[in-house]
């Protein structure tokens, strides 16, 4: 009994450990374009893969990050340990970001794995 038991603690460790990989990544993974509302306008590509990593391109100047979903909410965590909240809403992403400004991101293609 002790073995069987020992078995499937075992088994629960290792779906507990497995699920967060298995999270569905919603409507949001995909390629975006977007601007920067603020003083210094430019063009911006976002792309999340459903994989969880992302990049967002600015110029030639290509920015990777993981990211995750959180209901509405987008988060972006970049390699230096900053973590990018925006708001995901009908096919849109809209963050705000520090000193730059406000930048919103329309939807341009589905991305699948």
Known sequence: MKHSAYQLFLLLCICIAVLPGCE????????????????????????????????????????????????EQILLHTEAGAIIQGRLSQGQIEFTI????????????????
């Open 98 to 113: 520090p000193g730059a400004g406000t930048a919103t991101f329309e939807k341009v293609t589905t991305r699948q794995e």
């Open 24 to 71: 569905d990544k919603g409507p949001a993974p995909g390629e975006y374009f977007g601007r920067f509302d603020g003083e210094h306008a430019q063009r911006i590509d976002l792309q999340l893969d459903p994989s969880g990593q992302g990049s967002w391109t600015i110029d030639d100047n290509r920015i990777p990050f993981k990211w995750e979903s959180q209901s």
